[in-house]
């Protein structure tokens, strides 16, 4: 049977992505800032601790140190001292005796276990055992979390809330990061304004960029704004060539199909070379990927959801790979179709689904509606991709399907 896809002259999109991360080469030019302001950046080298994570063996209840040879049920201990979190006991802890300590406090020299404070009973400095307590026992030892020379981050992670907080219990203040990666958006169009501007007739308000500049944002991009460039060879070669000295990457958004006034290629060919155009995917067919004199480029389709789509797709997973981030796998899961879902054989479909759990535990995805590429409300209201494969026909309630939760740059 004839490949409907190679006839139409379409590449499959794990083939565009494939080519397109072998044409990247990563930045290499990092930066130093306060971890304060590291949440989101891309670590540009190795980090070892030079700490032990906790640095002192410690309590890890509110209750009392001893020695683990005295920690017999009914054994009575005499209190000699306290250890409180930042205030350690000196002395060292002798058979028969016990030590106050609170969680966090550091296990004074001799104790090897602590009883918590619910299995014994107090009569003045004579502390009673109710319960055994074994050594090790409610300790928390030196370098248990993390040991001195460990390695705690490789180069190309993006920084977390909680990977703030580790470095911060590093000692670590300043952190070196990629430069933020400079994105140029354009959107092109004789048709479309910005808000707060005037309609004329025939003329509507774009959403692209401002969809785009969002995501990038969020990405950690620096972003470039050239505004909307009307469909006119001249102005589009004159932007192009100011956003390519200034970006590492150019974005546009429309002009990439077949249509008498879709510039974008042919500016794209005086300028630089297009490396491939136009995929086996819904929505999103006409995307071109190529080359600038000094920065990468790709040309989104202009309909919204076929931007937004081979943006995810597509654009962040080269994004992340000019930055230096460590390759992220999109989650992709399988659910039962919750309604008949119509499909073409040709393209891989990315519809837009809402997925929840039924009551016995399974994954169900529904469509939300309309599925054209201009129905913007289609990605509003979804939190997934159902992703239908190239050659699949139309799908019927109850059937399996791929889905692909919404992550934090599109959800
Ligand atoms: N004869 C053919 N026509 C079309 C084909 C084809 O293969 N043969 N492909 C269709 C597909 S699929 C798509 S997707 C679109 C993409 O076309 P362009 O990338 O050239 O985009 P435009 O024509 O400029 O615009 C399409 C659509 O999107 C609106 N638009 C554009 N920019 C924005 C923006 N920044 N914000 C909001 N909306 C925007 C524009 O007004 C159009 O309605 O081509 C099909 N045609
Ligand atoms: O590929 Mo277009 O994005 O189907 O509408």
């Not at 879709?262 to 999103?284: E, H, M, R, Y």
């Amino acid at each position: 049977m004839k490949d409907a896809c190679a006839s139409a002259g379409l590449m499959p999109l794990d083939d565009a992505l494939k080519q397109l991360l072998a044409a990247l080469t990563p930045l290499q030019a990092s930066e130093s800032v306060a971890i304060s302001q590291a949440d989101g950046r891309i670590v540009a080298q190795t980090i070892t601790s030079e700490l032990n994570i906790p640095p002192a063996d410690n309590s890890a209840m509110d209750g009392y140190a001893l020695r683990a040879e005295d920690g017999r049920a009914g054994n009575e201990l005499r209190l000699v001292g306290q250890s409180f979190a930042g205030h350690p006991y000196s002395a060292v802890v002798q058979p028969g005796e016990c030590v106050r300590i609170m969680t966090g406090g550091q296990l004074p020299a001799g104790a090897d276990c602590v009883c918590m404070q619910e299995n014994v009973s107090v009569d003045g400095d004579l502390i009673r055992l109710t319960q055994a307590v074994k050594a090790g026992s409610n300790v928390r030892y030196a370098g248990e979390d993390i040991s001195r020379g460990a390695l705690v981050f490789e180069a190309g992670r993006r920084l977390r809330a909680a990977d703030i907080g580790l470095l911060s219990s590093l000692g670590i203040a300043d952190v070196r990061v990629k430069k933020r990666i400079r994105v140029a958006l354009i959107s092109t169009g004789d048709e479309l304004k910005k808000p707060g501007e005037v309609l004329q007739p025939g003329q509507f308000y774009e959403s692209n960029g401002y969809t785009l500049a969002a995501l990038l944002t969020r990405f950690g991009a620096e972003v470039l704004e050239f505004g909307i460039v009307a469909d006119d060879l001249q102005q589009l070669t004159q932007v192009f060539t100011q956003a390519d000295q200034q970006a590492d990457v150019v974005i546009t958004s429309g002009g990439v199909s077949v249509g008498e006034a879709d510039f974008v290629k042919t500016v794209l060919q005086s300028l630089g070379k297009i490396a491939f155009w136009k995929l086996a995917i819904k929505p999103g067919k006409p995307f071109a990927f190529g080359l600038l004199a000094n920065s990468y480029f790709i040309g989104l389709p202009g309909n919204p959801v076929s931007a937004l789509v081979t943006m995810h797709q597509l654009g962040l997973p080269m994004l992340s790979k000019i930055q230096g981030e460590n390759a992220r796998v999109p989650l992709r899961l399988s659910a039962s179709a919750g309604c008949d879902i119509r499909k073409a054989p040709g393209r891989t479909d990315f519809q837009r689904g809402i997925y929840h759990t039924t009551d016995d535990g399974r994954l169900q995805v529904v469509t939300t509606g309309s599925q054209g590429s201009g129905v913007l409300t289609s990605m509003n209201r979804a939190n997934c991709y159902i992703i239908l494969e190239q050659m699949r026909g139309s799908v019927a309630a109850g059937e399996s399907v791929t889905i692909e939760p919404f992550d934090g740059y599109i959800g």
